[in-house]
Nanobody
């Protein structure tokens, strides 16, 4: 069974940076597109970045130019480097395997992990 464990969140001032990590157990990691989602209080979970098995990336407009998604297939790890953070980036961040790297059509494949809280103060 694939498990997803997110880490790296924390409290940071606006303009700061954080790097999130996602450890993926199971044997399908290298073949799957992966994605980072976030869910702010009172809002729906949204997909903010995806990366295919071949390394192609897509970003939501709200994070484009500030966030970078990457993966290490040898270590079954997914990362999200977040720079120039804004208070509106405050959310719980989740990772998941995706049906594709498409931001609109891609769907999550696995059960959700516990997520990691990111709080950006103004």
């Amino acid at each position: 069974q694939v498990q997803l464990v997110e880490s790296g969140g924390g409290l940071v001032q606006a303009g700061g940076s954080l790097r999130l990590s996602c450890a993926v157990s199971g044997s399908i990691f290298s073949a799957n597109a992966m994605g980072w989602y976030r869910q702010a209080p009172g809002k729906q979970r949204e997909l903010v970045a995806t990366i295919t098995g071949g390394g192609s990336t897509n970003y939501a407009d709200s994070v484009k130019g500030r966030f970078t998604i990457s993966r290490d297939n040898a270590k079954n790890m997914l990362y999200l480097q977040m720079n120039s953070l804004k208070p509106e980036d405050t959310a719980v961040y989740y990772c998941n395997a995706q049906t594709s790297g498409d931001l609109v059509l891609g769907l999550p494949l696995r059960s959700w992990g516990q997520g990691t809280q990111v709080t950006v103060s103004s």
